[in-house]
């Protein structure tokens, strides 16, 4: 089972740009950012290969979202600007086995705790 750790959550206002990080105990896998705001289901928001080469994100957040890795740290990260309420919710880190597959809807096992993220007009 992979370990992961968010960090980076907080409140902003509409507008301004978030960073969140992940910190990973295994490498090789795919990873991704997923969401729930509350009272709805939890959506997919990014996912990265492990090589960085496929990257699928979400039509909610595209063209103001960046999601990268640092593969030596083990670490994944997911910049949104242009925040929104909407942009709300908690996020959560998860990563699943490398088997060609890392898309939004490829399946998840391992989870974080995640990290909140607050948009205020």
């Known amino acids: 089972q992979v370990q992961l750790v968010e960090s980076g959550g907080g409140s902003v206002q509409a507008g301004e740009s978030l960073t969140l990080s992940c910190a990973a105990s295994?490498?090789?896998?795919?990873m991704g950012w997923f969401r729930q705001a509350p009272g709805k289901e939890r959506e997919g928001v990014a996912t990265?290969?492990?090589?960085?080469?496929?990257?699928d994100i979400a039509d909610s957040v595209k063209g103001r979202t960046s999601i990268s890795r640092d593969i030596g740290k083990k670490m994944l990260y997911l910049q949104i600007s242009s925040l929104k309420p909407e942009d709300t919710g908690t996020y959560y880190c998860?990563?699943?086995?490398?088997?060609?597959?890392?898309?939004?809807?490829?399946?998840?096992?391992?989870w974080g705790q995640g990290t909140q993220v607050t948009v205020s007009n």
């Open positions: 295994a490498a090789g896998i795919c």
């Open positions: 998860a990563a699943r086995r490398w088997d060609g597959r890392c898309a939004l809807d490829s399946g998840y096992s391992d």
């Open positions: 990265l290969s492990p090589g960085s080469a496929a990257r």
